[in-house]
């Protein structure tokens, strides 16, 4: 028993995105399917976040796949049918945004941040081993308290 429902399991963990595309989507040719599958691999779900339009069953991941089929039948290259999509739905819906323009800034924030972050808390750091110990005294305490303590 526990071999069917292992095996089950697994077929259900495996299977489940090859539903995500209906039989009504897909493509007569095979070649163009292949492409459409392809593209919808890089294309983030709008409402899933962090899946793609192939794995997704959200009713816009749908409405994606069918645009992406359209372009491809249409005849436009992979290429113009993700500056299509992009055009009208913006870089958000790609899974592997564009490492130019602008976007190098927000590539970069992050380790630039660490390293800000590191060499101030370096600094800090560097400062407060240098600086004196607060609870010390300063000459004039010592010799006030010597005074108070040889009375």
Not at 19 to 31: G, I, K, Q, R
Not at 67 to 74: D, G, K, Q, S
Not at 94 to 116: E, H, K, S
Not at 123 to 147: G, K
Request: aromatic share 6%; net charge negative; glycine share 8%.
């Amino acid at each position: 028993m526990r071999k069917i429902v292992a095996a089950a399991l697994f077929w259900l963990a495996t299977t489940g995105a090859v539903f995500a595309v209906e039989p009504h989507e897909m493509l007569d040719d095979p070649a163009l399917e292949a492409r459409a599958r392809e593209i919808s691999k890089g294309l983030r779900c709008p409402v899933c976040r962090n899946e793609s339009i192939d794995e997704s069953n959200a009713g816009v991941s749908a409405d994606l796949r069918m645009l992406v089929r359209e372009r491809i039948t249409a005849g436009d290259t992979d290429a113009e049918v993700l500056d299509y999509i992009v055009a009208r739905y913006g870089e958000f819906v790609l899974l592997r945004p564009q490492t130019g323009g602008a976007n190098v800034i927000l590539w970069w924030a992050g380790p630039a941040m660490l390293l800000v972050a590191g060499g101030t808390g370096a600094l800090y750091l560097r400062r407060r081993a240098r600086a004196s110990d607060p609870d010390a005294l300063s000459p004039e305490e010592e010799a006030r308290l010597r005074d108070i303590l040889d009375r």
